[in-house]
């Protein structure tokens, strides 16, 4: 009995082990995949043609300039409208809204969050492009602004949903601690609650933006695609083509070992070590904020 | 002498049901400590809160009653809530210093009210820092962060906070709970200090403080007040029988 016990303890923990280990392993398997198949990329074409702004892949054109300007300002558009109104809705949910109110809106926001974005997409196709081309009178309602809109709203439940999380953690001590000296809500808010959040509101944002940066349907369906370099605040207006969809859109008609298939899993590659940078950034935020946090409460 | 404040048929219910408070009627003398104790639950806390009005963010029930001070009802929605928490100041029980510098810590309660002159904030640090009684302690260093200081210092730099912002009434609940006799000793003997220009409450996380600092003392029980009268004579002499085991050590 006793035996048996301690086997099947030994069993069970190896297993659990190496669940968690294969996530490690995945990862790892994954990089190297990318490295193998875009790394040639860098053989097949020199540099300064991949830096190049045009991106004509039938015309051996591999400028990836224009594609991963697209993201950025894509992504950059989107992160401007969901971290404002993300950390907005998050503070009136968490500090504002009486309890009724709460109940309804978390709920509603999770909801957001797990709508499928091709979903989304087609609304952004069928209203959202044709009333914009209308409205700022446009030659097409398809184009970055239309794209960050739409990435907006899907970043903004990520968004709340952490930033919630974060100021709902606050100790209570604090606002109180604030109430009593005679602040305003307001000055409670801005002044106390959001500082004391702060590590949780900027993983927020980060995750928001990684949300936005990594999305491939909605924007494939609405910045019109067009791999032109961003130069400025007027590119916004204009179809652009981002990495992700570039990679959705030619993947499946490219010739398994070409060099456009090379310069595509090349992009791949530029687009992991991105999210990765974003994300070591937030994990490094909260690490520091965790450490400060233990340092004032022990 | 003269009560700052009149509590009359003060009733409390919290929406989870429990009752807080039963039909509390007390006066509360100027320039004097008030000591309000009893078992845990008893109601002491919740009436503190409901003097600067913090009870306004907690799930209410219902409450009935007045709060009068300086004759004006305080619990009429119709008061300046954030005026009144300037006039009423509170200490809590685990001190709450800001991540920020002493000088900054103490000056944030005047900052938000406003205040930007630094002469006037200069001075309301040195005086409130002094009245705490831990002014020669961090002189040297009031740019320093207020969280390397110690639990007491920390507490201390608290009461500074609220004695900054000059309330006329000043809540503490249970503001050495957390702390070592000795700092015990100093914050009790700022509060004594204190009594010569604010009306002090305090609730004490011991019997053996409420009997030391208490000038009058009302012993509170599941929401009722069963005695409240002159500190001295409530402890060596109390006429209930419930004070009387409470005070002895033979419940709660």
Same mark, same amino acid.
């Given at each position: ?11 069970? #923990? ?188 900027? #993983? ?13 349907? #909605? ?22 083509? #981002? ?56 | ?252």
């Amino acid at each position: 009995m006793e035996k048996s016990l301690s086997w099947r303890e030994f069993i069970i #923990t190896r297993l659990i082990q190496s669940s968690g280990y294969s996530a490690i392993l995945f990862v790892a398997l994954i990089f190297f995949f990318l490295l193998r198949e875009g790394l040639p990329a860098l053989g097949e074409v020199d540099v300064s043609s991949l830096l190049n702004f045009r991106w004509y892949p039938i015309e051996s054109y591999f400028g990836i300039l224009p594609l991963i300007s697209g993201s950025l300002i894509v992504t950059l558009g989107a992160a401007l409208i969901a971290v404002p109104f993300g950390i907005g809705t998050a503070v009136y949910i968490s500090e504002v809204a009486p309890r009724w109110m709460r109940e309804i809106l978390k709920p509603l926001v999770e909801l957001l969050g797990g709508l499928p974005s091709v979903v989304l997409g087609f609304l952004g196709i069928l209203v959202l492009a044709p009333f914009l081309r209308v409205f700022l009178n446009l030659p097409t309602g398809l184009t970055a602004f239309t794209g960050s809109l739409l990435l907006g709203g899907i970043a903004v439940p990520t968004v709340v949903s952490v930033a919630e999380d974060a100021l709902d953690s606050v100790p209570r001590a604090y606002r109180e601690g604030a109430w009593a000296l005679g602040a305003t809500r307001w000055q409670t808010i801005w002044r106390v609650t959001l500082p004391a959040a702060k590590s949780g509101v900027l #993983t927020a944002v980060m995750l928001g933006v990684g949300r936005a940066i990594g999305e491939t349907m #909605t924007v494939m369906m609405v910045t019109g695609n067009a791999p032109v370099l961003a130069t400025g605040l007027g590119s916004l207006f204009a179809p652009v083509r #981002t990495m992700t969809a570039t990679i959705a859109a030619e993947m499946g008609e490219v010739a398994n070992g070409s060099t456009h298939y090379h310069v595509l899993f090349f992009i791949g590659m530029v687009l992991f070590i991105i999210s990765l940078i974003v994300n070591v950034i937030a994990s490094s935020v909260v690490f520091r904020a965790k450490k400060r946090a233990e340092r004032i409460l022990s | 002498m003269v009560d700052k404040i009149i509590i009359e048929n003060l009733s409390l219910q919290y929406s989870d049901g429990t009752e807080s408070l039963r039909n509390v009627s007390m006066g509360i003398p100027q320039n004097a400590v008030t000591v309000l104790f009893g078992p845990a639950g008893g109601g002491k806390s919740t009436l503190l809160r409901c003097l600067n009005r913090l009870n306004d963010l907690t799930e209410i029930k219902a409450s009935s009653g007045r709060i009068l001070i300086d004759g004006e009802n305080i619990l009429d929605p119709k008061t300046d809530v954030i005026a009144l928490r300037r006039r009423v100041g509170m200490v809590f029980a685990r001190p709450v210093t800001l991540p920020m510098s002493i000088r900054e810590n103490i000056i944030y309660g005047l900052e938000l009210a406003g205040e930007k002159r630094k002469s006037k904030l200069d001075e309301a640090v040195e005086r409130s820092l002094k009245l705490s009684a831990i002014w020669d302690e961090v002189k040297d260093r009031l740019d320093e962060s207020a969280i390397e200081l110690s639990g007491g210092q920390q507490q201390r730099v608290c009461l500074a906070r609220v004695i900054a912002l000059q309330p006329q009434v000043i809540l503490l609940d249970e503001p050495t709970s957390g702390l070592d006799p000795i700092s015990t000793g100093k914050v009790e003997a700022a509060l004594f200090e204190l009594k010569k220009e604010y009306t002090i409450i305090l609730v004490p996380h011991s019997v053996q403080q409420a009997a030391r600092t208490a000038d009058h003392a009302a012993f509170f029980l599941t929401g009722e007040l069963i005695e409240y009268g002159d500190g001295k004579s409530l402890f060596t002499n109390p006429k209930q029988k419930k004070t009387e085991d409470y005070v002895m050590g033979r419940f709660g």
